[in-house]
């Protein structure tokens, strides 16, 4: 005789792909990429501080076609690290501005997607 097998339980999960990984001392404007759901995870770490409590590190994520500003992600000052999730209207081209003094920084974008797993 037949039986019907129940059907695998689904749950949500978000899985993180990593966009780009950048470093330095001063301003950076990266290399464009694309996002199809337009959230993001914003890594960060701030290090050596040229006086203490004077560094600064902004990150704004900018419209690959216009330059216009689409997300203020991270404005610090000092040292530290931390990770910041943020979302835009749509999926778009984007770069990121880093505007930084008197720190090294590194930044991290990841890029969030929605998925299914399935538990047998």
């Known amino acids: 005789e037949c039986r019907d097998r129940p059907k695998p339980a689904t749950h949500e999960v978000v ?7 950048w470093s330095g001392r001063g301003n950076k404007q990266t290399e464009s990429f694309t996002s199809d759901t337009a959230g993001f995870r914003v890594r ?10 004077a560094g600064t590190l902004k990150v704004t994520f900018r419209s690959g ?9 991270i404005d610090v000052r000092g ?6 999730i943020v979302a835009a209207e749509r999926p778009r081209w984007y770069y990121l501005t880093i505007d930084s003094a008197g720190v ?3 930044v991290s ?5 929605d998925a299914q797993r399935v538990s047998r």
């Open 15 to 21: 899985v993180w792909h990593e966009v780009g990984s």
């Open 44 to 53: 960060w770490t701030t290090t050596n501080e040229t006086a203490a409590g």
């Open 109 to 113: 974008v990841d890029e969030r997607i």
């Open 79 to 84: 040292t530290g690290s931390d990770e910041e």
């Open 104 to 106: 090294d920084w590194t």
């Open 65 to 73: 076609d216009s330059g216009r500003e689409i997300i203020q992600a």
